[in-house]
């Protein structure tokens, strides 16, 4: 719905809409939007209008019996009950619930034959009366409309009555043990009835038609997104129904592609949902003898022992004869480094034997799902699984796109009879961003999940209430979202960064950036191009200088702008990046940064990573440098360890010199900054000191060179509380005073202890 235009503009446009023969100008979800924004500011005809609107969808929908269309059509008519799209539903909608009814009935399993005993016969003309009075007593009334759709309804009817009657007297001609029965009569009802019922539907406005009955194609085009994908198998299906004619008409052709086909995508791409499709095509143009999917994975096909795989294995192929045997996450049959004891292979191999041996040959579709680059190394692993798998019979499912990710809410919410209002759509699109950090995002799956959480969340905080308006039953607001897009913190990053000690060039540093990137976020807003900027960082300094600190607030003011989705930290070391033989550091550091992905990567002591050529850190760091231009936009690394060494480790790698463009220098703390964070640290404690303590530090502090900064504050902290306990163990006193209490003597000894004599 066009935002621009106004009201009377949208008013007439609701209005001009009279006949169910073609659909509203507006969808289910527009609709309610508008109703929900204007419903007191628009005139009775046009409420009328939109009231019959979300009619017609929900009986296109299916709703036959639906309580909330009743409610609608009576709201319809309420404000206008001469509206002709009003009337018309209501006559349809009768004509679809007798449908319904009839469809229920399963007329073309009903006979009697002349060898059935007379009880059987008994038995089964009453529970046919029984069905048949059903349908005569849950008839609409009479029908005023004279179009061919009520002709046939009052036809069915009389039809009806005619084989109630002659099943009533059957019975009785039965129960009096008199042979005769008119079971020709009764027979040509029954086939008359399935005639009429056929053309019944027949008369159903196209729109009706096609959401009652879908074929393969139908569904699949009604699919989100796939756009490519869709293509493929409209082409493949008239490729199949072509060979099958030419088949039909005596030609034969020995390179069939077969139907074994392998679907990759990542999670939530709608493998399963293509396999089932498949199935039905293949059904459809009478390629398999069944539309059913036999669905498996490797806990059901992999035994324990020797022989059980094997037997597994044919045992699911048996089943899915004249079907499909789909396999999901076919990859995980052959683990890479298995051991004797584990026998994929053995299904593997047994089901390369069932493609092509005489027995299972073409009677059945195998069809392997996995993610992409899993797939594709499983299968270059088997040649003999590979070479059934023609390169046309392989189908790539992408990620869905972020508007089709909404399509996809929107709809999940509606088949739940909820929708979104506008600003929670857009809302819910940055909870869903921020669920899309590496490729286990699950797609649409996730996407389901979220919707289902925001319905949780809603009837969870608001008690039921019979008399509230009913679009509010249906509405889901951005209020509804906020447990699910909290960026609340404790402390507001920022105001942690200034509550530090010191610090202040490199403060001044992180305003700048975080000053940019908010102001980047508002251009983009209004149409600017923004600027590209570099966040991976360098800090250098000696230990305890705050570097460690600094990044985790630093992460989180990222995830404040918004340009992180997840906003952790993950500290690592050459430990965690390197290994001892070749091929797996770059493993060890691929699965490092896939951990802090939506994050920040900090790296202590980088430096430590390049120890030569020959050394295995060069492969941390070349694997490094491709993970942060593969995930440019959802990663930031910072690199920290001393000045000297991270200049000359930086300049030595071209790579990292290009992406390493923002230096913090993180510098000593002088006395004063060291004894205003020896006071933090100790009232953190809940402890105190008094004037001659301070005296004594800053006296230490001014004439010793400090190594550690803030670490040795800590450790210096620790020893003196451990003194005062010592002094403190035989004193019997009730005075806490005397406990918070940290004396002269107490960092006296902490400082011999920790520099010894000579300082």
């Known amino acids: 719905m066009d935002k621009n235009r106004n009201i009377a503009e949208l008013e007439q446009e609701i209005i001009n809409w009279d006949t169910i023969e073609s659909l509203p100008p507006f969808n289910e979800v527009e609709v309610l939007r508008f109703l929900d924004t204007y419903h007191d500011k628009i005139k009775n005809k046009t409420l009328a209008s939109l009231y019959s609107m979300l009619s017609f969808y929900r009986l296109k929908r299916n709703f036959s019996d639906d309580q909330i269309t009743e409610v609608l059509l009576e709201k319809a008519k309420k404000y206008d009950e001469t509206q002709s799209a009003f009337i018309e539903i209501i006559n349809f909608k009768s004509y679809f619930n007798f449908y319904s009814s009839l469809e229920q009935v399963n007329f073309e399993n009903w006979s009697i034959r002349e060898t059935d005993f ?31 759709l009520s002709e046939i309804y009052n036809e069915i009817i009389d039809e009806l009555n005619n084989l109630k009657e002659t099943l009533e007297s059957s019975i009785e001609l039965l129960e009096s043990r008199r042979a005769v029965v008119p079971m020709q009569e009764l027979n040509d009802y029954i086939k008359k009835l399935i005639k009429l019922r056929i053309d019944f539907h027949e008369q159903f406005p196209d729109i009706f038609k096609t959401s009652i009955y879908k074929n393969p194609l139908e569904e699949l085009d009604q699919m989100v997104g796939l756009e490519d994908v869709k293509q493929y198998i409209h082409q493949y299906y008239h490729y199949l129904k072509y060979q099958k004619e030419r088949k039909d008409l ?11 086909m392998i679907i990759t995508g990542n999670p939530g791409t709608g493998k399963t949902t293509i396999a089932r499709l498949l199935a039905a095509i293949y059904y459809e143009l009478g390629l398999l003898e069944t539309n059913n999917l036999i669905e498996v994975n490797r806990s059901h096909l992999v035994g324990s022992y020797v ?3 094997e037997e597994n294995t044919v045992g699911f192929v048996k089943q899915s004869l004249g079907g499909i ?15 004797g004891n584990d026998y ?36 270059w692993s088997n040649p003999g699984l590979r070479s059934r798998f023609p390169e046309q019979n392989h189908i790539v499912l992408p990620n869905f796109k972020m508007k089709e990710l909404l399509k996809i809410a929107e709809d999940t919410a509606l088949s739940n009879d909820y929708f979104f209002t506008e600003e929670a759509l857009n ?33 969870a905080s608001k008690p039921p209430d019979s008399t509230e308006n009913w679009i509010e039953h249906m509405r889901i607001a951005s209020s509804d979202l906020d447990i699910m897009d909290d960026n609340s913190s404790e402390d507001q990053p920022m105001q942690r960064l200034e509550q530090l000690v010191g610090l202040n060039n490199v403060k001044q540093e992180v305003k700048k950036l975080s000053s940019f990137v908010r102001v980047q976020q508002k251009r983009k807003k209004q149409g600017f191009p923004p600027v590209p900027i570099q966040l991976h960082a360098v800090f250098s300094g000696n230990p305890g200088t705050g570097k460690t600190t600094v990044a985790k607030i630093y992460s989180q003011i990222l995830k404040e702008c918004g340009l992180l989705k997840r906003g952790h930290f993950v500290l690592a070391s050459r430990s965690d990046l390197v290994a001892g033989f070749v091929g797996q550091t770059a493993i060890k550091t691929k699965q490092k940064v896939r951990e802090a992905l939506g994050g920040v990567l900090f790296i202590d002591e980088a430096y430590s990573l390049f120890r030569g050529e020959k050394d295995f850190g060069k492969e941390a760091i070349d694997t490094l440098v491709d993970e ?60 105190d000191i008094d004037n001659d303590v301070e005296a004594f530090l800053k006296n230490k502090f001014k004439e010793n060179k400090i190594e550690g900064n803030a670490r040795f504050i800590v450790n210096l902290i620790d020893e003196a509380i451990q003194f005062q306990a010592l002094r403190m163990v035989d004193i019997d006193t009730k005075n806490s005073e005397l406990y918070e209490k940290l004396k002269k003597e107490d960092f006296q000894n902490a400082w011999l202890t920790i520099r010894g004599k000579n300082d």
Do not use: C
């Open 628 to 687: 942060m231009t593969k995930h440019n936009e959802n990663l930031v690394v910072i690199l920290a360890g001393y000045k000297n060494e991270m200049e000359r480790f930086i300049s030595s790698n071209p790579g990292l010199q290009s992406r390493f463009k923002k230096y913090f220098d993180f510098k000593d703390y002088n006395e004063v900054e060291l004894l205003h964070i020896t006071k933090v640290h100790i009232n953190s404690y809940q402890y």
């Open 307 to 309: 022989g059980q795989s």
């Open 250 to 260: 005596g030609f034969q052709m020995v390179d069939e592609p077969g139907l074994h």
């Open 118 to 148: 007379g009880s059987v016969k008994i038995k089964k003309a009453k529970e046919w009366k029984d069905e048949v009075e059903n349908l005569i007593n849950d008839k609409e009334k009479e029908m005023n409309s004279h179009n061919r």
């Open 427 to 459: 809302r819910f699109e940055s909870v869903i961003e921020k669920s899309r950090v590496d490729d286990s995002f699950g797609n649409a799956r996730t996407v389901r999940d979220l919707v289902l959480k925001a319905i949780f969340k809603k009837g």
């Open 325 to 339: 045997l789909f396999i999901d996450e076919a990859y995980s049959l052959k683990r890479e480094g298995q051991s």
């Open 344 to 379: 994929g292979q053995a299904v593997i191999d047994t089901l390369v034997s069932s493609m092509t041996s005489k027995e299972y040959a073409n009677r059945f579709a195998l069809i392997l799902a996995g993610y992409p680059e899993e797939m594709r190394q499983f299968l």
